[in-house]
């Protein structure tokens, strides 16, 4: 079955204690990307991927780092976890070009940092 | 840049009634747009989306948008709302010569019986 996935679904930590959060698909997909989704804001870009060992900030990257040194995970690491990166978080994937512009999302990881 | 707006932050709708989300796009060219939705604690669920061709699509649960471009808006309807389309819709916009999803903030729909 074609899919993402994302482990933890749910996180508790505490300020500052490093974390990552990974992100995984089956589909082949050059394309990877993070969002994070708070109530009134909808969904903002944090990082993305276009291929192995090529990323990008998206729209909010403070505080998040990524790495992609396998086509199918792309991690979102955070160094020092902060109050107001409790979010809940998607990774999504797409194939590079082609018919299909849709964007395949995992099941989101809910994080709160205390 | 792009960008999307979700003009109604809630609605209640009756359960039997007629439902419809706007959404309005700001980008120069014609986009690729969609329309997510995410039920309580659930995921993101997609349930249309338009490219190019017929300006009318129809979607999964009996929905269907409009793409109308001298309106710059792609609204999402619903003849009849049963209980279980309570949920949080999201509109989204790739541009036609990038990967990058701009979403709406998002519109919460209440099904009152």
């Known amino acids: 079955e074609a899919q993402v996935t994302q482990n933890p679904r749910y996180l508790i930590t505490v300020t500052g204690k490093k974390l990552t959060v990974t992100c995984s698909q089956n589909?082949?997909?050059?394309?990877m990307s993070w969002y994070r989704q708070d109530p009134g804001l909808g969904l903002r870009q944090i990082y993305y991927?276009?291929?192995?060992?090529?990323?990008d900030k998206g729209d909010v990257p403070e505080g998040y780092k990524v790495s992609r040194k396998e086509k199918r995970n792309f991690p979102l690491i955070l160094e020092s976890p902060s109050p107001n990166q409790t979010s809940l978080y998607f990774c999504?994937?797409?194939?590079?070009?082609?018919?299909?512009?849709?964007?395949?999302f995992g099941p989101g990881t809910r994080l709160t940092v205390t | 840049a792009q960008s999307v707006t979700q003009p109604d932050i809630h609605i209640t709708v009756s359960e039997g009634a007629s439902l419809e989300l706007r959404c309005n796009y700001s980008?120069?060219?014609?986009?690729?747009l969609f329309w997510y939705v995410q039920s309580p604690g659930q995921g993101l669920q997609l349930l249309l989306k338009?490219?190019?061709?017929?300006?009318l699509v129809q979607g999964i649960k009996g929905f269907e948008a409009e793409f109308k471009r001298s309106q710059s808006s792609f609204n999402l309807r619903k003849p009849s709302v049963h209980w279980s389309d309570a949920a949080e819709y999201f509109c989204?916009?790739?541009?036609?010569?990038?990967?990058?999803?701009?979403f709406g903030a998002g519109t919460t729909v209440t099904v009152r019986a």
């Open positions: 999504a994937s797409r194939a590079w070009g082609g018919e299909s512009y849709e964007q395949y």
């Open positions: 589909m082949n997909h050059e394309y």
């Open positions: 991927s276009m291929n192995v060992e090529v990323t």
């Open positions: 980008y120069g060219a014609t986009p690729y």
């Open positions: 338009y490219f190019s061709g017929d300006t």
């Open positions: 989204a916009l790739t541009p036609s010569n990038d990967y990058k999803l701009s």
